[in-house]
């Protein structure tokens, strides 16, 4: 089994920066792809960031410049680095990875962390 666990959400004005962390514990062999999603009340979650296994990263138009998504593998640990945030970047941000394993991939969510951008 993998947990993940995330943590770095809160309140936040407008402007602001915040930095997300997820760490995966568990029975990993290995980690294919780290990723950071976001879901508001009655949306579908929608990815944010994502970064696979030989670095290629891809963001969503909408935090291109603001955002950075980076990983310690030693660690296994994703982070989202925020800044500039805006009202519009509120909502909760779900951990996700892809790990290999016997030759198959499965993937695991965290439990979500809540980010508010407000003044």
């Known amino acids: 089994q993998v947990q993940l666990v995330e943590s770095g959400g809160g309140l936040v004005q407008p402007g602001g920066s915040l930095r997300l962390s997820c760490v995966a514990s568990?029975?990993?062999?290995?980690?294919?792809?780290m990723a950071w999603y976001r879901q508001t009340p009655g949306k579908q979650r929608d990815l944010v960031a994502r970064i696979g296994s030989g670095g290629t990263i891809t963001y969503q138009d909408s935090v291109k410049g603001r955002f950075t998504i980076s990983r310690d593998n030693a660690k296994n640990t994703v982070y989202l680095q925020m800044n500039s945030l805006k009202p519009e970047d509120t909502a909760a941000y779900y951990c996700?990875?892809?790990?290999?394993?016997?030759?198959?991939?499965?993937?695991?969510w965290g439990q979500g962390t809540q980010v508010t951008v407000s003044s």
């Open positions: 996700h990875i892809t790990i290999t394993r016997g030759g198959l991939q499965y993937a695991y």
């Open positions: 568990g029975s990993i062999f290995s980690i294919y792809a």
